[in-house]
Nanobody
Framework: QVQLVESGGGLAQAGGSLRLSCAAS????????MGWFRQAPGKEREFVAS????????TYAESAKGRFTISRDNAKNTMYLQMNSVKPEDTAVYYC??????????????????????WGQGTQVTVSS
C-alpha cells in the first residue's frame, strides 16, 4: 500500500507557474502508475496527466498539453506536475492517484479515475485573472 500527499498548490496569477508535488509513503512506489486529476466546484473529477511506473509513457489532457509537464522520481518517491502558463480555468483541487501494477508491464496508464486505487487528499490551485 501507499499513502499519497499533495503539496505545492496555492494562488497564482494567470500566466504564472506552479509546481505540484505528490509524496508517497509506504513501499513500492515504483510499482504504481500515477496520475493527476482535478475537480472544480460543481464539476466532475477530470483527468489531467498520467505517467507510467517506468516514466516511459506520459499522457496529457488536451487542456494540459503544452502547458503542464508530469514527471516522477522513483528514487525520491515523488511525482510532480509542473504547471506553466496557468489559466483561471485551471482552478481546482488537484489530486494525485496511484494504480498498483501487480506485474510491471509498461503500458500507458489509464485516464479513468476508477482505475486508480490510491488517492491523496488534494491541494487547492487557484488562478486569478
Amino acid at each position: 500500500q501507499v499513502q499519497l500527499v499533495e503539496s505545492g498548490g496555492g494562488l497564482a496569477q494567470a500566466g504564472g507557474s506552479l509546481r505540484l508535488s505528490c509524496a508517497a509513503s509506504g513501499r513500492s512506489f515504483g510499482m504504481y502508475d500515477m496520475g493527476w486529476f482535478r475537480q472544480a466546484p460543481g464539476k466532475e473529477r477530470e483527468f489531467v496527466a498520467s505517467i507510467s511506473w517506468s516514466t516511459r509513457f506520459t499522457t496529457y489532457a488536451e487542456s494540459a498539453k503544452g502547458r503542464f509537464t508530469i514527471s516522477r522520481d522513483n528514487a525520491k518517491n515523488t511525482m510532480y506536475l509542473q504547471m506553466n502558463s496557468v489559466k483561471p480555468e485551471d482552478t481546482a483541487v488537484y489530486y494525485c492517484a496511484g494504480d498498483l501494477k501487480r506485474y510491471l508491464t509498461d503500458t500507458s496508464p489509464s485516464l479513468d479515475p476508477s482505475a486508480y486505487d490510491y488517492w491523496g487528499q488534494g491541494t487547492q490551485v487557484t488562478v486569478s485573472s
